[in-house]
């Protein structure tokens, strides 16, 4: 997977726009849906927006340091 550059303006701007869509599903959520399902919609709709924001603070895998004996 390339590698994010948490500073550039494109990833603020997906930040931003990820961190207001998610704050109007949590309220949502809060309010509660009219519609079978609905609640569990804006659930995944949470996850998957949790999922993008992590994205940079996923560590990359650490290199593989050698043994000494």
């Keep these: 997977m390339a590698e994010i ?28 849906g009219t519609t079978p399902g609905h609640d569990d919609k804006l659930r995944g709709e949470i996850r998957a927006l949790d999922d993008l924001l992590s994205l940079v603070d996923t560590p990359q895998s650490p290199a593989a340091t050698p043994i000494d004996y």
């Design 5 to 32: 550059d948490a500073h550039s303006e494109t990833w603020r701007a997906v930040a931003d726009w990820a961190r207001e869509r998610r704050q109007a599903a949590a309220d949502d959520l809060i309010r509660g």
